[in-house]
């Protein structure tokens, strides 16, 4: 009998002042401001992937790429990605990721379906769902100044 896990993962970035790309899922997304982090900052993928590392029990990001590290500055997220499925890939299959982006700005519904399709490529499935919510103006979860992610990933054991 084949044994199921459910990961869930968070992150959060403020938007930077310095001049950034703004990424979320893989996919570069015009706007004014990126967002600040050690590494690109790209919400959605930290948070797939700390689901992933939760689903799979393999700690969370900071336990492999500690933001204290020269080697984390500046990371490209698919790597921190690719660095996890590596560790996986010939234990777990990913059955689906569910994704609630929490923002007020950018506007990103006409992102949505790209995201989408970058996240399948990245995770190699098809299961993906995004959702995108606003703040409603409330002072949560960095308010107006940031943005933040949540994710859900259902991993089924292989053989």
């Known amino acids: 009998m084949k044994d199921y896990r459910v990961g869930l993962g968070f992150d959060v ?9 703004l990424v979320l899922g893989g996919v570069k997304i015009p706007f004014s401001k990126g967002l600040e982090a050690v590494s ?16 799979t029990s393999l700690g969370d990001i900071g336990d492999y790429f500690p933001p204290q590290s020269k080697e984390s500055k500046g990371i490209d997220s698919k790597k921190i990605v690719k660095f996890i499925f590596k560790r996986i ?3 777990f299959k990913i059955i689906n990721i569910d994704v609630t ?3 007020d ?9 790209e995201i989408v399709k970058s996240l399948e490529n990245i995770f190699c499935i098809s ?33």
């Open 13 to 21: 970035h403020r938007f930077s002042r310095k001049k950034k790309d």
């Open 40 to 55: 690109d900052g790209d919400v959605i993928l930290h948070a797939v992937t700390d689901a992933l590392c939760g689903a």
């Open 89 to 91: 890939v010939d234990r």
């Open 101 to 103: 982006v929490i923002a």
């Open 105 to 113: 700005k950018p506007a990103l519904v006409s992102y949505k379906r």
């Open 127 to 159: 299961g993906v769902n995004l959702k995108i919510k606003s703040k409603e103006g409330l002072n949560i979860l960095g308010g107006s100044n940031a943005i933040s992610c949540l994710a859900t990933v259902l991993v089924s054991e292989i053989g």
